[in-house]
């Protein structure tokens, strides 16, 4: 999975949704801190299949928050 659309600046083809692995790489922190904020219902999970997916517009929401 190409994680340089999620790091990309806004766009029309900004995905709606990223992985696990996506969302670390654009909050910069580790894979291990994303799945703790996703246990502690600080991010929302959607299911798909097998794969764990997390809505951008909320990892762009905690950044703010956490500025």
Do not use: C, H, W
């Amino acid at each position: 999975m190409k994680l340089t659309t999620a790091t990309a600046p806004a766009s029309l083809n900004d995905p709606e949704y990223t992985s696990v692995a996506g969302a670390a790489a654009l909050m910069t922190v580790s894979q291990e801190t994303i799945r703790k904020m996703l246990t502690r219902k600080r991010l929302r999970r959607y299911k798909f299949g097998n794969r764990t997916l997390i809505k951008v517009a909320e990892l762009r929401a905690q950044v703010k928050e956490a500025k």
